[in-house]
């Protein structure tokens, strides 16, 4: 019997989150963990009976639409299938995490849930109660739920419509209250910080009146993008990179080719952190004054006067250029117009703040133009057309790529033929 089109549909949704029952026992036992009630997952096995037996956790019920979703290692889905569980099957939810977008029969959705130790679930699958219950953020590591709480000594804390504080009052929130956080954005300083939170109907709060307890977890920036799996080949990450850096190249001069095989070498084909979790592929770092893009409730940046207080995330040298660096009037008519600030914040990866963005173009827009800006570039910038000569040139001024860095780039360059994105310009 031919497939309907609802069954066409319905496999192409659920690949590759479920393993449909039609499939034969052999092949998806070996496709993935075979389908168990949760209640038979081993007690203290890091599986799931810890979560489906909290009486105090919200719940939610599978729903696949016949077949099996795959609880995983990590929240996304080149992360280690742990385990499988059928269509209906109800789960206790500890704790939530933002992670890798899935569409899936419920809903499109960058929310995993953590259902027991390192085992999440994808919040797309997951049909809940008419009255969603607010799930917190997991902390890292093996920490459960965090709380944001309200630490104001006594007083009320002022809440905006945007991340500032001459924004429009909304209201004020009392001391203790705990707040269910949706994200976090870059604004005006306030009490030492430029870290502003964003509650629901698009209200913020400074964080530096907040306290995680029992630690702060990873926070995505408002509007940004959902964390990116890497491309599986060298050739689809080409494919992936070549639209951002062709546009970059057009705006700044630099070589599109050249743009690639950096990304390549410092995000190791978008499998770096940096990479995958806030789009940076060139461990561009964070220097004051911040360069930023604020999340406003009305997509209008927030003002930042300067006061002197510190902003976060301090300088670090980076894989690339250090912005900040003001462009040589005359040296790249390119890059003589204002650079548009692209970068949500700042956040630290193995002790170096490197910038965020809301998504891989504008890091590689950012990176183009950090390059073409400083006046040490000019020379490289006159070869643009050699791109060999570029990096060679780019390395004697000084480019913080270490020794060996232009030798990296060229033999990139020459081992996937970068050369031909610099034909489309």
């Not at 590591?141 to 002022?158: C, E, P």
């Not at 976060?312 to 040298?317: D, E, F, S, V």
């Amino acid at each position: 019997m031919s497939a309907t089109p609802r069954t066409v549909l319905r496999t192409a949704l659920l690949t590759p989150f479920l393993l449909l029952a039609a499939i034969p026992a052999p092949l998806a036992a070996a496709a993935a963990p075979r389908a168990v009630p949760a209640a038979a997952v081993p007690a203290g096995s890091g599986g799931l009976p810890a979560a489906i037996a909290d009486p105090t956790a919200p719940s939610a019920r599978i729903n696949t639409d016949g077949g099996v979703v795959s609880v995983r290692s990590g929240p996304a889905t080149d992360k280690r299938a742990m385990a499988s569980l059928g269509d209906d099957t109800r789960v206790a939810v500890h704790c939530k995490v933002w992670g890798e977008q899935i569409t899936g029969t419920e809903r499109r959705s960058a929310y995993w849930m953590r259902v027991g130790a390192d085992r999440y679930l994808p919040d797309a699958f997951l049909a809940w109660p008419a009255a969603r219950p607010e799930v917190a953020w997991c902390g890292s590591g093996g920490t459960g739920a965090v709380t944001a709480r309200v630490a104001t000594g006594g007083s009320v804390l002022n809440v905006r419509r945007e991340a500032g504080t001459r924004a429009a009052r909304l209201g004020t929130v009392d001391d203790g209250q705990v707040l269910a956080v949706l994200c976090q954005a870059t604004g005006e300083q306030a009490a030492g910080s430029a870290v502003w939170l964003r509650l629901a109907g698009g209200r913020y709060v400074a964080e530096s009146f907040v306290r995680w307890s029992p630690q702060r977890p990873w926070l995505p920036w408002c509007g940004q993008e959902p964390v990116r799996v890497p491309p599986t080949s060298s050739g689809d990450f080409v494919d992936q990179a070549s639209v951002p850096a062709q546009a970059a190249a057009r705006a700044s001069g630099v070589p599109a080719s050249v743009l690639v095989a950096q990304a390549v070498d410092a995000s190791d084909w978008g499998r770096a952190a940096p990479a995958r979790r806030d789009h940076n592929y060139f461990g561009t770092a964070c220097a004051a004054p911040p360069e930023i893009r604020p999340a406003a409730a009305d997509g209008q940046p927030a003002e930042n006067p300067s006061n002197g207080a510190a902003s976060p995330g301090a300088p670090h040298r980076s894989a690339g250029p250090q912005p900040g660096t003001a462009a040589q009037p005359g040296a790249n008519p390119r890059a003589d117009a204002r650079h548009a600030a692209v970068m949500l914040g700042c956040r630290a990866y193995e002790g170096t703040s490197l910038r965020a963005y809301r998504d891989e173009a504008d890091s590689f827009a950012d990176h183009a133009a950090l390059l073409a800006r400083v006046p040490q570039h000019v020379r490289a910038l006159g070869h643009a057309g050699d791109p060999e000569r570029f990096v060679r040139e780019l390395q004697a001024a000084g480019y913080p790529g270490g020794a060996r860095h232009a030798d990296r780039i060229i033999d990139l360059m020459r081992r996937y033929d970068l050369y031909r994105l610099d034909a489309v310009r």
